[in-house]
């Protein structure tokens, strides 16, 4: 089997228009497949279509590997976005709910929260907007206990959004679950890479594809990398990883 790695990554929130663009992969000469930002106003219908492309063409490949052999040797998932909209009615509401709970004043319009996704990291993102507009009347002073309380605040953020994907009330995005079948059937290794908090992630795969998948699938998430995306540091750190095995 060839080592190569198809990276699956759809920005949910957006400004341009959407296609699937198939351009030369940094991980070999075969291609890799990125869905370029669609406009909010098509969002739910342009996610349906960018994944049926995708899924056909990993069909494609499937069908003609014994040709050409060019199946991938691993499919990366980004989490957010990819496996399920998390964005604006996950992560999104999970902030707001704790800026609310903290008595911050704080909201996250739709609009606004696109602009803020620009930023990797929710504690970057937290930390970049206070630092811009201001800094909440209950914040600490000092830098340090700053950074404790952007913690604490994403800490809650998270618990409030494992408990939506907990409770199914965000569903995988339509064909996600048949292409992982498909690539474990072809003895195509499955990972999410991310940059969200582990946890979360993990409560993506595990409770939206169900323990049997997730037993199958390689998370890399969190800070196991230094630089968050845009920063394609961890693309090529879980390539390097599946590349060894």
Same mark, same amino acid.
């Given at each position: 089997?060839?080592?190569?790695?198809?990276?699956?990554?759809?920005?949910?929130?957006?400004?341009?228009?959407?296609?699937?663009?198939?351009?030369?992969?940094?991980?070999?000469?075969?291609?890799?497949?990125?869905?370029?930002?669609?406009?909010?106003?098509?969002?739910?219908?342009?996610?349906?279509?960018?994944?049926?492309?995708?899924?056909?063409?990993?069909?494609?490949?499937?069908?003609?590997?014994?040709?050409?052999?060019?199946?991938?040797?691993?499919?990366?998932?980004?989490?957010?976005?990819?496996?399920?909209?998390?964005?604006?009615? &996950?992560?999104? =509401?999970?902030?707001?709910? @704790?800026? !609310? %709970? +903290?008595?911050?004043?704080?909201?996250?319009?739709?609009? #606004?929260?696109?602009?803020?996704?620009?930023?990797?990291?929710?504690?970057?993102?937290?930390?970049?907007?206070?630092?811009?507009?201001?800094?909440?009347?209950?914040?600490?002073?000092?830098?340090?206990?700053?950074?404790?309380?952007?913690?604490?605040?994403?800490?809650?953020?998270?618990?409030?959004?494992?408990?939506?994907?907990?409770?199914?009330?965000?569903?995988?995005?339509?064909?996600?679950?048949?292409?992982?079948?498909?690539?474990?059937?072809? &003895?195509?290794? =499955?990972?999410?890479?991310? @940059?969200? !908090? %582990? +946890?979360?992630?993990?409560?993506?795969?595990?409770?939206? #594809?169900?323990?049997?998948?997730?037993?199958?699938?390689?998370?890399?998430?969190?800070?196991?990398?230094?630089?968050?995306?845009?920063?394609?540091?961890?693309?090529?750190?879980?390539?390097?990883?599946?590349?060894?095995?």
């Amino acid at each position: 089997m060839a080592s190569t790695a198809f990276s699956l990554s759809l920005p949910t929130f957006p400004s341009s228009s959407s296609t699937v663009k198939a351009k030369p992969s940094i991980f070999s000469h075969h291609l890799l497949f990125i869905a370029k930002n669609v406009p909010s106003s098509s969002l739910f219908s342009s996610s349906t279509r960018i994944t049926k492309q995708i899924r056909t063409a990993f069909k494609i490949k499937c069908s003609s590997a014994s040709f050409s052999n060019t199946l991938p040797s691993a499919l990366l998932f980004d989490c957010d976005g990819v496996l399920v909209d998390t964005e604006k009615d &996950g992560h999104r =509401v999970s902030f707001n709910d @704790t800026f !609310n %709970e +903290k008595e911050l004043g704080v909201t996250w319009d739709v609009d #606004l929260y696109g602009e803020l996704l620009k930023i990797g990291g929710g504690k970057e993102r937290m930390t970049a907007y206070f630092n811009k507009t201001g800094w909440p009347d209950k914040a600490p002073k000092s830098e340090e206990e700053r950074k404790e309380f952007i913690a604490s605040l994403h800490k809650r953020k998270t618990e409030l959004f494992m408990a939506l994907i907990e409770n199914r009330l965000l569903p995988l995005r339509p064909g996600v679950a048949e292409l992982i079948d498909q690539a474990l059937g072809e &003895g195509v290794k =499955v990972a999410v890479c991310s @940059t969200s !908090n %582990e +946890k979360a992630v993990s409560a993506v795969v595990s409770c939206l #594809l169900g323990p049997e998948r997730a037993e199958k699938i390689q998370i890399f998430a969190g800070d196991v990398v230094p630089r968050k995306k845009p920063d394609p540091v961890s693309h090529l750190y879980i390539s390097s990883k599946h590349s060894r095995c």
